[in-house]
């Protein structure tokens, strides 16, 4: 598998096959590999470390100034020791999950601040109050409710909390799930860092696309209207804010690339940390995949059986799948899909007949199943902020994805053309996609699911998002710290 090392630009090459065309390839290839199992070998690192070894980056220096992914270094020092010292962490987030099915900028947060408190940091988050009132915690993380109406963020109540505790001890390190904490008061706080889930300038493109999405003769909606008349505004005034912020978080590489060169953020604030999933709930499990199709109804002589979840609406491309996937069907007698989410388009989706199967919203273990059943994962998302979960989900359970060519997606998930397929968000091109994916059948999609398996493994670890966390939170905290390894 082709990872460059001295291409400064710190993309994976694109192709897996036109690498093995020639003897001196293979070579170099040999060569290039031998230094990172060599580094692996000769340290106490398990097992596990060694199927990744192609995506890890043998790298050192001030990990401020790397530009690529966090999640491609190793973070050899401490594996599973604990940290040089425990931290006393802020976290400021609009919501803290509760039970019901949280959205993605939530899910990070839960995900991130359970795993660095189960390593022994004193974590305290300061959130809304939710529908059981407010929560309250003996142990790290510590959860800070605000007075108030659920759900509704009073960012003021939060400080207030925040000031008191910080009073007691004070903090070394502040983080920002997005813009829970206003860049007015950011702005007072040299050790915080910002995570953004999604910036204005994703939301520019996105705005682009949905509206080249809309047929020829659907008028444009007074609201989107607005949208597209003020999301230039937006851009510019997020740029002015954006430099409040000490640290940012980009997640992902795209992101990165956007804060360091249109929001002109000087490299060093600007760290590049891939959201990660929890690699304990999402695996490859081949005799769970076929209980579900069974149970799902999904008749033994199907094909080929496409997979697709989340909310079931326009702006996550579903009037495109809806029509591509018609015409699909028309020619495909055998082939299948499953509808995990619900919403507006879920009735449209039932009227495609016996092929479509609608499923309605799932848990994470029922998601678990619906993964291990899919041949491929379609996502044909036109609003990509931030970095899509289900698709790194899909690539830890072992399966390839098909996702609109958006640059978060192309420059951090669809990283290498085995992975999977990538469309512009038309229906003419998804179709193509989806014709191509058909012939392939289901046991070549397999072989590339292998490929995402392993990739996922090394990348998209909630334990490695964790880790590179921690990692930056020590460098804020004591710039002894910023030096890799
Ligand atoms: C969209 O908004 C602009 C500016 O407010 C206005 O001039 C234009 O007529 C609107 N277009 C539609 C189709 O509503
Ligand atoms: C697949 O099997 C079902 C019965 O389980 C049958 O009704 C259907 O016609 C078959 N489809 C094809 C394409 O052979
Ligand atoms: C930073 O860490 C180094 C080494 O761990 C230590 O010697 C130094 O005192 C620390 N500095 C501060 C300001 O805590």
């Known amino acids: 598998m082709a990872l460059n090392i001295n291409n400064s630009n710190n993309k994976p090459k694109k192709s897996i096959s036109s690498s093995q065309s020639n003897l001196c390839t293979i070579l170099f290839f040999i060569v290039l590999f031998t230094i990172p199992a060599l580094f692996l070998l000769h340290t106490p690192t398990t097992s596990i470390c060694t199927t990744f070894a192609n995506h890890v980056k043998p790298w050192s220096g001030d990990l401020r100034a790397a530009q690529f992914a966090w999640n491609r270094l ?13 931290l006393k962490i802020a976290v400021f987030s609009r919501k803290w999950p509760i039970g019901t099915t949280p959205g993605g900028m939530e899910r990070h947060a839960h995900t991130l601040h359970t795993a660095l408190a189960r390593r022994g940091h004193q974590v305290h988050v300061f959130t809304s109050p939710n529908q059981l009132g407010v929560i309250s915690t003996t142990s790290s993380p510590y959860i800070h409710c605000h007075e108030g109406e659920p759900g509704r963020w009073r960012y003021n109540k939060a400080w207030e909390q925040f000031m008191e505790e910080n009073k007691r001890e004070p903090f070394d390190v502040v983080h920002s799930e997005s813009v829970a904490l206003p860049h007015y008061i950011a702005r007072q706080l040299p050790n915080l860092a910002v995570s953004w889930h999604g910036i204005a300038l994703e939301s520019l493109q996105s705005d682009i696309f949905q509206d080249l999405a809309r047929r020829p003769n659907e008028p444009i909606s007074p609201a989107f209207n607005n949208t597209l008349q003020g999301v230039v505004p937006k851009v510019l005034n997020e740029i002015r804010f954006f430099k409040s912020y000490a640290h940012h978080v980009a997640i992902s590489d795209s992101c990165g690339e956007m804060l360091r060169d249109v929001y002109q953020i000087p490299n060093k604030r600007v760290h590049v940390i891939l959201n990660g999933v929890d690699e304990d709930e999402f695996g490859k499990d081949l005799s769970l995949g076929l209980e579900f199709r069974s149970r799902m109804g999904v008749p033994g002589n199907a094909s080929l059986v496409l997979g697709v979840a989340g909310r ?76 899509d979960l289900t698709l790194m989900e899909a690539m830890m359970s072992g399966k390839p994805v098909m996702a609109s060519r958006f640059p978060s997606i192309k420059g951090t998930i669809v990283v290498d053309d085995e992975f999977g397929y990538m469309f512009a968000p038309n229906v003419e091109s998804l179709l193509e996609a989806l014709e191509a994916v058909v012939e392939e059948g289901s046991e070549r999609l397999a072989q590339r699911g292998q490929a995402c398996r392993e990739y996922a493994t090394s990348m998209f670890t909630a334990r490695k998002m964790a880790l590179a966390y921690e990692r930056l939170f020590l460098c804020i905290k004591n710039e002894s710290f910023c030096t890799y390894p």
């Open 74 to 86: 190793l973070f050899l020092q401490y594996p599973d020791q604990p940290p040089p010292i425990a």
């Open 312 to 387: 079931l609406v326009k702006d996550k491309g579903h009037p495109l799948l809806y029509e591509a996937f018609t015409k699909l069907i028309s020619k495909h007698p055998d082939v299948y899909l499953i509808v995990a989410g619900s919403g507006p388009w879920e009735q449209r989706y039932k009227d495609l007949g016996p092929q479509v199967l609608v499923l309605g919203s799932m848990s994470p273990s029922q998601l678990k199943a619906f993964y291990n059943a899919i041949d491929i994962f379609v996502n044909p998302t036109l609003r990509p902020q931030g970095l």
